[in-house]
């Protein structure tokens, strides 16, 4: 008998079109799970989540037939997108796993809600009120620069604005380990802060066009 | 000290005027720091700076794992 299988971080999800490995779709399965402390997998290049996650589950009581991006949202760095996986596998198994998932998603959505409070009292009254507005707050550098950081991203969130308010500069920089993502907004925010010149040398910066510019 | 891990945030507190407890504090800081963390030293909205050294008169620190490119 297999020991248990080492699922530490997914949630239960669904999803109407995944990706067999050969390329065909299937929608049969007997489970979802899915994940969203996945960095490794993006809209461009799921197969590396799903290299990811094949070897965690091959060869055990429950067989992964199936993988995709959930169809949420197509970039599975947004917070609620996942990356899924179809198991097969006998029903008591199935049930097995359900009940496990059900506990790792209680103590992640806690653990969700105490970073949410955690980074919030770390904001001014104005960032809370663009948080609750916007999903997103700005940051002031010393430099004077001023940032947008987009708090329902785990990546590819963080904003240069420009005199105008517009987006000019996307920095990709996040916070290894997979942590809340309110952590990882936290983070990035003090990052700002303190060393907003190792910040912009570590993320990999892309340049927007504003609209209308 | 305000310590972020994948079950949510951890609390070390430390009182000023305590040496004893200074001491455990700094004993924490300097196991975080051995083990790579970043450590950011709130001061005050909008006001950080990274840290080195354990400095019992700092308000909140925060503890996170390195940051990388994406």
Known sequence: MAGPIPITWWTVGTASTLLLPDGNDTTTADQWLSTDACTTATSDSPASGYLYLWPRFYGQDLTPVAWGVGQADSNASRSGASLEVALRGPPENVERERARVDVVRHDREAAERRALELLESHLTAEQRRQLER?????????????????????????????????????????QRGALPLADNTLAQKLMLEADEAEFRRIANHTRLSPAGA | MQMMGRSGHETIEWDADDAESCDRARAVFDKYKADGLLAFRDDGFERSSLMREFEPEAGVIYFSPQMAGG
């Open chain 1, 134 to 174: 916007l999903r997103a707050f700005r940051v002031v550098a010393r430099s004077g620069r001023v940032y947008e950081i987009d708090a329902e991203k785990r990546m590819h969130n963080v904003y240069e604005l420009d005199g105008q308010g517009r987006r000019v500069n996307e920095l990709c920089i996040y």
